[in-house]
């Protein structure tokens, strides 16, 4: 089964660091990452999909995609 997820967070090294942790537990960058400003916060914003393929697993909505 293939999972996907969208990382985002704050334009700081927190953002970097999610990323980094999801491609070390064997996620693959899938597109190109984005950028939008927030005018609640009044802060950039990063996004970054990232998919993995998971064995021996059928899909489940109640399942938490972080943690496969």
Do not use: I
Request: charged share 25%; proline share 6%; glycine share 8%.
């Amino acid at each position: 089964m293939k999972v996907y997820r969208l990382l985002t967070g704050p334009d700081d090294a927190s953002f970097c660091h999610k990323v980094t942790l999801a491609l070390n537990k064997g996620w693959s960058l899938h597109g190109s990452p984005t950028y939008a400003f927030n005018p609640e916060t009044k802060l950039m914003q990063c996004g970054q999909a990232v998919v993995k393929e998971v064995e021996g697993r059928d899909y489940d909505p109640d399942m938490k995609l972080s943690e496969q």
